[in-house]
């Protein structure tokens, strides 16, 4: 089960509209299907007012508490999660092509991935009449003011945060990523004997540093850049440290044989030394 996700209220940001043409697109789903552009008026007061409690999403929910002279109304704006075999089609689309997953994780929402997911019947955007709404407040409108005011600030969300949708359609980022086909198969066992465990920063900073490391043979010395003098160290420790590190990186290079197609293409591209 999907986890829900807390997002702190935001402060009054009057006029503000979402950025993003998914982030538009979320408010347009709501605004289509909407009969009264009067409470869509004061739902984006609201919304820039700072009146917006912190907003929880769920699979299929979206909550706040909305702050009205009249009093403070509980909000549930709600979309239809995507079924097991509806993600199963998503899934395939999104490692179809590598910049879709990259994308989502660079904070964007392709387009080419939300128009192969349409043509794999999976609605991952709402469209009119998806989002549905419940408040305790007496508008009879749907959207009333302050649910309006909730799409508004979650299209804010969506903005810095695509996976926010994914999260209202079912799936948080970890179901999502850890699904097969998103990561490449890594044996856990030779993951933990390759990479240092985490320190606290307390026990790191608390500790002796360590010993700097000898000056490399001067058959593989090559001249560096400057660098600074570092405080509180010795005049020649970044040397040192920048002169061990290529070090060991032309030892681990020369474990590895040359590949001939390779190098020749190399030569080619260098040209006669």
Known sequence: MSAARGFPAFPPRPGRRGRSWWARAFVAAMEDAALDAVLLRRGRRFAGSGRVGPITVSPGRIAAAVEDPDGMYDVAVHLTELTGAEWDRLLEQVTAESGHLAALLDGEVPRSLVRSAEAADVPLLPTI?????????????????HAAAVCYQTAWLLDDDPFVLLLLRGRDPEELLGAPGLRPDVDATDVEADVDRPVPAESAYAARPAALPAMPPASRRQSGPALPVPPELPPDALTLLAADAASRARSLLEQFEPDPALSASTDVVRGPV
Request: glycine share 12%.
């Open 129 to 145: 009449g998806d989002l549905e709404s419940d408040c305790d407040c007496p508008d009879i409108g749907d959207p009333c003011q």
